[in-house]
């Protein structure tokens, strides 16, 4: 360990992101998880320019809700960047209000979770953004990996793992073992594809346009993967495209259930496809130990029973899914080798 790396364990202010489509979590070293919030920016236009106005929940109360000059946005789109400005604004104010607390006058060492498979130039993105926000080394891990780690599973060891990481822009079905992902297949299909199937449901069966936000309620509230043995049902508001004047509607989970069936079923293809490729040794171990389900996406209701029906297989929720990714990656920070071994170019 070189003097530098000693005395930036001293002064530590390192800190580990999971930078989700939906929500942003920190973990900061010795201090576990200190931050959770949307990942979302309001932002001003001006003839100078655009001014950022807000970031965080802050900003996500702006949603749907902004005049003509200010307008609220997600600068990640389906776990990857698609808005290098925003993006790092969001960044920097994510780093200095993780590290704001603990004042040194050493940079941070920063890990990044992203989904697996993005390519170089989005990797290069997430990095530049990372440094620009005053980063003295960025890891990039992926969130599979991270989710593993975080799960607890024995991802070192000869032996096959599967991990199904559901977050808010993409889900990634991963096989791990030795420290290394055999297999893993990712799919623009999670959270915010649910939102939108829900409204486009309410929109095709009630004539009713809601937001994202009224979505994302139904989706919590009564989102389910398998039917409930007792129907449930919420009032939901929004605008008559008929009247063109605001309607309140009754919707039932069973209702819910039929709008989620088509993105569920992608989700359902991508584990089948996992396990059709996965090696025969790590298939048996699999089925021994079963399907690990990770992320915000784990939450709906009944999802573990559609996989376990749909597959034959074991399938268990990790104990925090929201927060294994990051909970992961700040293991990492304790475990300098690990990281090493985990990280990607």
Known sequence: MSFLDKVSDYFSNDIAIDLGTANTLVFAKGRGIILDEPSVVAVQKGARGNKVLAVGKEAKDMLGRTPGSIYAIRPIKDGVIADFEVTSSMLKYFISK???????????????????????????????SAHSAGAREVYLVEEPMAAAVGAGLPITEPTGSMVVD????????????????????????????????????????FNLLIGERTAENIKIQIGNAY?????????????????????????????????????????????????????????????????VLTGGGALLANLDILLRERTGLPVTIAEDPLSCVVIGSGRMLDNMDLLKQLAVD
Do not use: W
């Open 166 to 205: 559901m977050g808010g822009g993409t889900t990634g079905v991963a096989v791990i073992s030795l420290g290394g992902i055999v297999y893993c297949k990712s799919i623009k299909v999670a959270g915010d594809k649910f939102d939108e199937a829900i409204a486009h449901y309410v929109r095709r069966q």
């Open 98 to 128: 993780s590290t704001g607390q603990k004042k040194s006058f050493i940079r941070p060492r920063i890990i990044i979770c992203v989904p697996y498979g993005i390519t170089q130039v989005e990797k290069r993105a997430v990095k530049e």
């Open 227 to 291: 039917p409930f043995e007792e129907e449930r049902s919420m009032e939901i508001k929004g605008r008559d495209l008929v009247a063109g004047a605001p309607k309140t509607i009754e919707i039932t989970s069973s209702q819910v259930n039929d709008a989620l069936m088509d993105p569920l079923s992608e989700v359902v293809d991508a584990v089948r496809t996992a396990l059709e490729k996965t090696p025969p040794e790590l298939a048996s171990d699999i089925v021994d130990n079963g399907i």
